[in-house]
């Protein structure tokens, strides 16, 4: 059971860029996926969130408006879509499965993680 997330690189401020995140192995479509960040020196932060249905999302206040999560349940895949990038929103992003199905930006709930993609912005 793997979660791989891609699509990560860099990219100059203003631009954009969109995540995916793969599970395979076994399915997560009941339940809810999230998007973590870490920077350097930093713990890791929510970022956003989704219900296992698509109809609920929650954002950080720092990317609100900017992010948009989704997700494809026949794929297994949620995407987190970037806009409007700026210099401090470079950090290594995860995604994770959440062990219940509502929307939380809890760490704890998450139980399954991914790898990691960087994601650079340069100013």
């Known amino acids: 059971v793997q979660l791989q997330a891609y699509g990560g690189g860099l990219v100059q401020a203003g631009g954009s860029l969109r995540l995916s995140c793969a599970a395979s192995g076994r399915a997560f479509s009941n339940n809810a996926m999230g998007w973590f960040r870490q920077a350097p020196g930093k713990e890791r932060e929510f970022v956003a969130t989704?219900?296992?249905?698509?109809?609920?999302?929650f954002y950080s206040a720092s990317v609100k408006g900017r992010f948009t999560i989704s997700r494809d349940r026949v794929k297994s895949t949620v995407y987190l879509q970037m806009n409007s990038l700026k210099p401090e929103d470079t950090a290594v992003y995860y995604c994770?499965?959440?062990?219940?199905?509502?929307?939380?930006?809890?760490?704890?709930?998450?139980?399954?993680w991914g790898q990691g993609t960087q994601v650079t912005v340069s100013s």
């Open positions: 989704i219900n296992w249905n698509g109809g609920t999302t």
């Open positions: 994770a499965a959440s062990i219940g199905s509502s929307a939380t930006d809890r760490t704890g709930d998450y139980t399954k």
